[in-house]
């Protein structure tokens, strides 16, 4: 028999609460695995530190309210 072990990132904005047995639940219930195989890593990203497209998301806001003349 193959070993189904999965690795599973999470990369988050604090605050936010995250259920690890929820998570490891789900992945054993949809990829047929057993728990002990799972592995859930957690990242969490304060906004000052995430960019999309060259624009940190804390200076989103900032964009909005500067593009609607606020």
Do not use: C, S
């Amino acid at each position: 028999m193959r070993t189904k072990v999965l690795t599973t990132n999470l990369e988050l904005f604090p605050p936010f609460y995250l259920d690890a047995q929820a998570i490891t639940d789900a992945l054993v219930a949809t990829m047929g695995t057993k728990p002990e195989w799972v592995t859930v890593h957690i990242d969490e990203f304060e906004r000052e530190n995430w960019a999309v497209g060259g624009v940190l998301d804390i200076d989103k806001d900032a964009e909005k309210h500067v593009e609607k003349g606020v």
